[in-house]
């Protein structure tokens, strides 16, 4: 059997996710100072999209229209918002029961 080498795929959205929950993180201090946390609004985020898997980033931007590149920031914007809510208020509500 053949051995091929899949390092070089990746899902597109992982760098634009970490990307934006590095970009918003200073406006959700007690998640900021926390990796674990940091990370856990990546993953809620990351698994509020469609995956999309490719080799080169110049790959996907290039098949992209305007309007769908658009679509895309406005989805990874709303998922790392959306996710930043999330792990803040389940850290909350973790808190409470202590």
């Known amino acids: 059997m053949q051995t091929v ?3 070089s ?3 597109h959205h992982e760098r634009e ?3 934006a929950v590095m970009q918003e993180a200073p406006r959700f201090p007690a998640i900021e100072a926390d990796d674990d946390l940091l990370c856990d609004v ?3 985020a990351l698994n ?3 995956p999309r898997y490719i080799r080169h980033a110049v790959d996907f931007s290039f ?3 305007e309007p769908e590149r658009l679509e895309t920031d406005a989805a990874i ?5 959306y996710a930043f809510n999330f ?3 389940r850290t909350a509500l973790r808190a409470k029961k202590r």
Not at 77 to 81: H, K, R
């Open 5 to 7: 080498d899949f390092t």
């Open 9 to 11: 795929l990746y899902n």
């Open 17 to 19: 996710v970490f990307a």
């Open 42 to 44: 990546a993953c809620v």
């Open 48 to 50: 509020r999209l469609p």
């Open 63 to 65: 098949y992209l229209t």
């Open 77 to 81: 914007a709303e998922a790392v918002s």
């Open 87 to 89: 792990v803040q208020a």
